[in-house]
């Protein structure tokens, strides 16, 4: 049995966690799903035999999806941060969680169907808003105020002004 991580993010879904799990593994590299486990009793949110926990990794992150029922929601005070080098993999990304029955949101955020958010964040946006130039790092800001999924090509011309 291999050792499980020191620290591992626990993600509470209403009976999804394994379709979810999966998802993330078939959308995001260096993703993958590992030991699926079922209750050995009833549960407040199910019965025995049922898929309680799941292993996974987001990116090579470890995680751990429980299928705790619906009294506690995902919120935007959790959200995966993932790193773009380029519009292609922006793109990618944000429509694969868009179009799986996702919801967009402002500035580079969208939102699973599970209710998990993500940001999306363009390497060049991140440049930008923490140019050591004010007048440009404000230029940048402003433009991905007005975005939902961060068009770099936009970013850029702000940033030149």
Not at 155 to 161: F, L, P, V, Y
């Amino acid at each position: 049995m291999t050792p499980p991580a020191k620290s591992t993010i626990c993600l509470w879904y209403d009976g999804q966690a394994e379709a979810a799990a999966k998802f993330y593994a078939q959308t995001f590299p260096n993703s993958s799903v590992g030991a699926v486990h079922h209750a050995p009793g009833d549960f407040p949110a199910g019965k025995a035999g049922q898929v309680l926990t799941v292993e996974f990794t987001v990116f090579g992150v470890p995680c751990l999806g429980l299928n705790g029922g619906p009294e506690f929601k995902h919120s935007e005070a959790f959200s995966f941060q993932i790193a773009t080098e380029d519009q292609a993999e922006t793109d990618r990304y944000w429509n694969a969680i868009v179009g799986n029955g996702g919801q967009e949101s402002a500035c580079g955020w969208c939102r699973d169907k599970w209710g998990l958010s993500w940001q999306i964040t363009p390497i060049a946006l991140t440049l930008a808003v923490t140019d050591p130039d004010p007048g440009v790092a404000k230029r940048a800001f402003e433009a991905m105020m007005q975005m939902k999924k961060i068009d770099i090509a936009a970013i850029e011309a702000a940033r030149r002004g």
